[in-house]
């Protein structure tokens, strides 16, 4: 078997899962990693505690080699939230962002904006269907504007951000802060090209909360100032009876020592998507994407996401004249999904096997199409 076939028989989640935009079930290696690393630390041995230490590198590591870029610029963090409030929190100037963001985004950059008394400012944006496109981007640039921060895919479209036309429209002087939560370990792009990345490992990863992870360029490391650093992220031993300044490196942006037993999570969790292939996998979740657009489509359901595959990844938002009845038929059949508003979004993976496509196909059959649209 190929490294990508053997990937896809790791996936043994319940048939009917299609949430993996909101929470992906632990994969096998990682909940193997959960149990040889708690006995690890439960011997109290220091050669066994340093092997479980080690998955910090390594996580850092592996992160670093998906998106492009040196280890030495990447930090993990509880949350990929936490990431983005070391970058707000020590900036200057106007940040572009559309209202529609997460908000990890939006919120975070309005509490930043808040405590910087008058440093630092929103400057909302509302792109047609949220989509942060290069136009919209640059509709809103001035001199006043120091970054452009976006959800590289948007967590209530699935649309797929254009990162190197994003860089491209606000310049090499500004920052580009981006979101890949929804994207990283299925998206295979030109990272490198943001200052700011930041994703975790509780989606499309497989695993688990406590696992956020943070690039900070040399661009961002200037013009970020560590405002949240803690004794973690001085570079060096303990800082006892002393005040020393943030480390020069990423790691200034770090708090304290991260949660090893989750850090581990994390780079399992990296490392199985790197030896699968991001590119074989965005394969298969695109053809995941199609089936279900075509089901979709037969049923008469109008559907919110892009169907350009350059500019999708794993998120199909259906947007039917009645909601409820959708969903309550997805519910009763057994297909998890996430109903939010008006819409419904259904997120496959790599290894979303056809038995759980027929059953969204068949719970939507079952409900009849009328219930949906109104036509
Ligand atoms: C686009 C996006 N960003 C951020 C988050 C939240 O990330 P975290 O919980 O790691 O802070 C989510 C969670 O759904 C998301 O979809």
Redesign the pocket.
Known sequence: MSAFEDFLATFDVEPGYLNW??NGPLSPSVRAEVFADADLLGSGRPSSLALVADRIAQAKETAAELLGVPATELTVQP????GLMHAFFGLGGEVIASRAE?P?ITLTLERAAHASHGELAARWIDPHGGHVTPDAVADALDDEVTALAV?HVD?RTGFRADLAALREAIGPDRLLIV?A??SLGIVEDDYSVADVVVG?G??WLRAGRGT?FARFSAAARERIAPVLSGFGGVGGPLPVDELPAPASDASAYTVNGPDQLAVARLAVGLGDVRDAGVARIEQAVAEHVDAILEIADRHGIPVRSPRERARRAGIVTLAPEHPAPLSAALVNAGVVATTRGDAVRVAPHAGTTADTLRMLDDAIASAGNEKFTSA
Request: charged fraction near 10%.
């Open positions: 935009a909101a949350s990929a939230t936490y997460f990890s959800s967590f979101d939560v929804q975790h509780y989606k956020g």
